[in-house]
Nanobody, 125 residues
């Protein structure tokens, strides 16, 4: 199993970016997917998570109303649409996958089995 994240880059405050994460090497549709981020000098934190079919979503409080997680099971891809970006959103963003057949949408990273390489998001003030 491999996850490949992309879409990071430089954005201005108030701007938008869309992250993508493609899942390779297994069954994607029956995996809960999560997005996490780690800012310089800080611990990794959970950002969003989405259930198998996309009907259940979880968001960290600071991104609610600004970020949207979605998935396309036909393309084995999960997305994170980030709007109204703030400088404090600057971080390396990681996508992660839970184990196959585990349906609970957890925010805690310890429940995620596979991780992508990360994509850097920088928001300028």
């Amino acid at each position: 199993v491999q996850l490949q994240a992309s879409g990071g880059g430089l954005a201005q405050t108030g701007g938008s970016l869309r992250l993508s994460c493609v899942f390779f090497g297994g069954t994607f549709s029956r995996r809960v997917m999560g997005w996490f981020r780690q800012a310089p000098g800080k611990e990794r934190e959970s950002v969003a998570a989405i259930s198998w079919g996309g009907s259940e979503k979880w968001y960290e409080d600071s991104v609610k109303g600004r970020f949207t997680v979605s998935r396309d099971n036909a393309k084995d891809t999960v997305y994170l649409q980030m709007n109204s970006l703030k400088p404090e959103d600057t971080a390396v963003y990681y996508c992660a996958a839970r184990g196959l057949g585990s349906p609970v949408v957890y925010s805690n990273s310890r429940f995620y089995e596979y991780w992508g390489q990360g994509t850097l998001v920088t928001v300028s003030s």
